[in-house]
């Protein structure tokens, strides 16, 4: 299947340093792509370059055309970001946070529907609906932060470091969670510090060093290589 979205010699400089030094990357149609690496390795640059939140060189293609560089228009094209942090409106209720997501959706009958879809893929947020979205726990926040995102009806939806500060089951439960969107056909862009739990459900990975894409392959291959496990994943894999 070919490539939703291509990385072509990306580049994106912060003055004089180079963040991101000429990546190349392909992302699936319909699959999880992984993109791991240490802090500061260069992850989050390269969408908020996809976004159209930094100035970048280099070329984007979406469905085999060229990206545009301006925010509001990825978004409007399919593309959408949910950032490292949550971002939501503490001083909103959890639907008007969910509301928002959808300004690109001119029918209110669809927004509708995507109210329901939200509720139905994260219950919690169905039940806590009309309380302020502030004093939800960290992971309803971020479930709130996701569904926000597919509110805008994406394509592609890319995932900044979901599973930051988040209990360990509370983790399991966002992971499930991103499989599910996988499963209805968005393709999924995933930037995680959680090596293991990153590559063991995408089905394709890359991993960043110092703003070059290193090393990569399938999820499972990934997890079995030498050089991540040493790097990345801490106790030995047997493979």
Excluded: W
């Excluded at 709130?144 to 394509?155: E, F, H, K, S």
């Amino acid at each position: 299947m070919p490539a939703i979205l291509e990385v072509r010699g990306l580049k994106v400089r912060y003055g004089v340093h180079e963040a991101v030094c000429g990546v190349d990357m392909a992302f699936e149609e319909g699959k999880i792509t992984a993109i791991i690496g240490s802090n500061g390795a260069g992850k989050t640059t390269i969408i908020n370059a996809i976004s159209g939140a930094v100035r970048r060189e280099g070329k984007i293609l979406y469905q085999g055309a060229p990206l545009t560089d301006k925010a509001n228009r990825v978004v409007r094209r399919g593309i959408v970001q949910v950032p490292e942090g949550r971002k939501i409106f503490p001083g909103l209720s959890v639907e008007e946070n969910l509301r928002l997501g959808a300004y690109t959706v001119k029918s209110n009958r669809e927004i509708e529907r995507l109210l329901r879809e939200q509720y139905r893929m994260f219950p919690r947020l169905g039940e806590r609906r009309k309380q302020d979205a502030g004093t939800l726990s960290g992971g309803e926040q971020q479930m709130l932060a996701i569904g926000r995102g597919l509110m805008a009806l994406p394509r592609v939806i890319m995932l900044d470091e979901p599973s930051l500060g988040l209990a360990p089951v509370i983790v399991t439960d966002v992971f499930n969670n991103i499989r599910r969107i996988r499963d209805e056909g968005i393709t999924v862009i995933l930037v995680e510090q959680n090596a293991k739990k990153s590559l063991g459900i995408c089905d394709y990975g890359y991993v960043i060093e110092n703003g070059k894409a290193v090393i990569e392959g399938t999820g499972a291959e990934l997890l079995c290589n030498e050089e991540v496990k040493n790097a990345y994943l801490g106790a030995a894999r047997e493979c």
